[in-house]
């Protein structure tokens, strides 16, 4: 049985929020990948983005998601864009179940505004086309990884624990 949960999706969807709420109701150590790109890198995703590309950032997701993918008890918060390299979902499947959150495009565009230094791929003129066209390129990868789906667009992060908490238990009933 794997004891880790990985929380994927796009940016805005609240990984980093439901995900700390998560372990503390399951008593889970947390983890954020950017934030461990961000320590290994020694600054910021938006000046790795600036400075090295996001090539360089790709490489130090891989290197980020091999790091943490086989944490027991864990609760991972992955970076909007881990999904884009099958080998780190590889690597998360091994000893984590797969939880991918969504939200409407407009719920996106409201809880990424006020970020906008934060969010390179967001750094445009047209955000919510933008939106649009990375969710269209990247949804296919969110459902092909997902072993759970849970839409947080009307509800808090302690209630997405909820529900994921009750989605992991039933998903691990249909596994036994």
């Known amino acids: 049985?794997?004891?880790?949960?990985?929380?994927?999706?796009?940016?805005?969807?609240?990984?980093?929020?439901?995900?700390?709420?998560?372990?503390?109701?399951?008593?889970?150590?947390?983890?954020?990948?950017?934030?461990?790109?961000?320590?290994k890198a020694g600054k910021s995703i938006p000046e790795i983005f600036r400075q090295d590309g996001e090539i360089k950032f790709r490489e130090l997701e891989i290197e980020a998601a091999k790091s943490i993918a086989g944490r027991k008890n864990a609760v991972i918060a992955c970076g909007g864009g881990i999904v884009l390299n099958t080998i780190n979902i590889d690597r998360l499947r091994r000893e984590c179940?797969?939880?991918?959150?969504?939200?409407?495009t407009s719920v996106i565009l409201k809880r990424t505004a006020r970020d906008k230094a934060g969010r390179p791929l967001l750094a445009v003129g047209d955000r919510p086309a933008q939106i649009k066209a990375l969710l269209k390129l990247r949804r296919p990868f969110y459902e092909r990884a997902a072993d759970v789906t849970v839409?947080?667009?009307r509800l808090k992060a302690e209630g997405v624990a909820g529900i994921i908490i009750d989605r992991l238990e039933k998903h691990?009933?249909?596994?036994s």
Not at 97 to 104: D, M, P, S
Not at 172 to 175: T, V, W
Request: charge should be positive; charged fraction near 20%; aromatic fraction near 6%.
């Open 1 to 39: 049985m794997k004891s880790s949960v990985a929380l994927i999706g796009f940016m805005g969807t609240g990984k980093t929020a439901v995900g700390k709420a998560l372990a503390q109701k399951l008593g889970k150590e947390f983890f954020e990948l950017d934030a461990l790109i961000e320590k």
């Open 97 to 104: 179940v797969i939880v991918c959150l969504t939200a409407a």
């Open 151 to 153: 839409n947080t667009s």
């Open 172 to 175: 691990e009933s249909q596994r």
